[in-house]
């Protein structure tokens, strides 16, 4: 990571539902894309929120989710998801997004993984090469 460049980190404390096991009490594999999801809209929704989105005709949508697993985690149990996204000085066509879910009982990871988002112009889906001008400054001043 350069001097410059700055790591934005936010936490969401999740309990799983019982929607949310199977029927040996395990969460679904897909569930932690959705925490993913929320770790990633936390940060992403002090950029642009979805109504200033749709006004501005852009969007931010998922182009890589990868998830690992090392424990499993089930119906009640206290998860911490943790969040971490570099600040990029130049925008490339993607932002990256790290994620670690830990259980708070035992402070072992769960799952960690990574979500990549690109910016297009929507509804055309055509990609953005940069962003508008107040979203830039938005995310560059994010704490």
Same mark, same amino acid.
């Given at each position: 990571?350069?001097?410059?460049?700055?790591?934005?980190?936010?936490?969401?404390?999740?309990?799983?539902?019982?929607?949310?096991?199977?029927?040996?009490?395990?969460?679904?594999?897909?569930?932690?894309?959705?925490?993913?999801?929320?770790?990633?809209?936390?940060?992403?929704? *002090?950029? !642009? =929120?979805?109504?200033?989105? %749709?006004?501005?005709?852009?969007?931010? &949508?998922?182009?890589?989710?990868?998830?690992?697993?090392?424990?499993?985690?089930?119906?009640?149990?206290?998860?911490?998801?943790?969040?971490?996204?570099?600040?990029?000085?130049?925008?490339?066509?993607?932002?990256?997004?790290?994620?670690?879910?830990?259980?708070?009982?035992?402070? *072992?990871? !769960? =799952?960690?993984?990574?979500? %990549?988002?690109?910016?297009?112009?929507? &509804?055309?889906?055509?990609?953005?090469?940069?962003?508008?001008?107040?979203?830039?400054?938005?995310?560059?001043?994010?704490?």
């Amino acid at each position: 990571m350069s001097a410059n460049q700055r790591s934005i980190i936010r936490r969401v404390k999740l309990t799983p539902g019982f929607h949310q096991v199977d029927m040996m009490g395990v969460v679904h594999n897909c569930e932690y894309f959705h925490w993913f999801e929320e770790g990633r809209l936390q940060i992403m929704q *002090e950029v !642009i =929120a979805l109504q200033d989105a %749709t006004e501005l005709g852009v969007a931010a &949508p998922v182009v890589e989710n990868i998830c690992r697993y090392y424990k499993f985690a089930g119906f009640g149990d206290s998860l911490l998801l943790t969040t971490i996204h570099k600040i990029v000085p130049v925008y490339q066509g993607k932002l990256k997004f790290s994620h670690s879910l830990v259980n708070e009982k035992t402070r *072992e990871e !769960i =799952a960690d993984g990574e979500s %990549t988002v690109t910016l297009i112009e929507f &509804p055309s889906k055509k990609l953005l090469k940069e962003w508008p001008a107040d979203l830039w400054t938005r995310y560059q001043n994010l704490k």
